[in-house]
């Protein structure tokens, strides 16, 4: 079966929970989740997890950059519209780089003030 006749397929109901997974994680962490936390979600093993992100993949669902961890994207083929970075997602990375530079003073001054200022409408 040539890429073209794979891409062309419409997604199997699993398929599709699975699109609807990520999609969702996306929305509400600004980040793709891992294949391991995909294959938790659903009881699969990772390599079946893989399989359908890799069909997802090949079928022009999602995108994902080769060598990086977290990178799965939603394409323009999908019929939601969700953006790349939400405030769940900025806020989530802040808490974790102000957890890691704690000890500097002034990164964790500017990430404390960014999330102050998120949070209270200040920067959108």
């Known amino acids: ?36 936390e995909i294959a938790d979600a659903f009881m699969f093993v990772t390599s079946t ?28 083929k999908s019929s939601k519209k969700i953006a790349m970075v939400s405030q769940a997602g900025v806020m989530n990375w802040i808490e974790q780089q102000s957890n890691q530079h704690a000890k500097d003073a002034t990164i964790y001054v500017l990430l404390t003030d960014l999330q102050e200022g998120i949070q209270t409408g200040r920067i959108c």
């Open 49 to 76: 997890a893989f399989k359908h992100v890799e069909t997802l993949i090949n079928k022009g669902y999602l995108n994902h950059k080769a060598g990086g961890v977290r990178t799965l994207s939603l394409t323009d």
């Open 1 to 36: 079966m040539t890429k073209k006749s794979i891409a062309d397929k419409p997604l199997s109901p699993r398929q599709q929970e699975v699109y609807d997974f990520i999609a969702d994680f996306i929305d509400s962490h600004g980040y793709g989740p891992s294949i391991r």
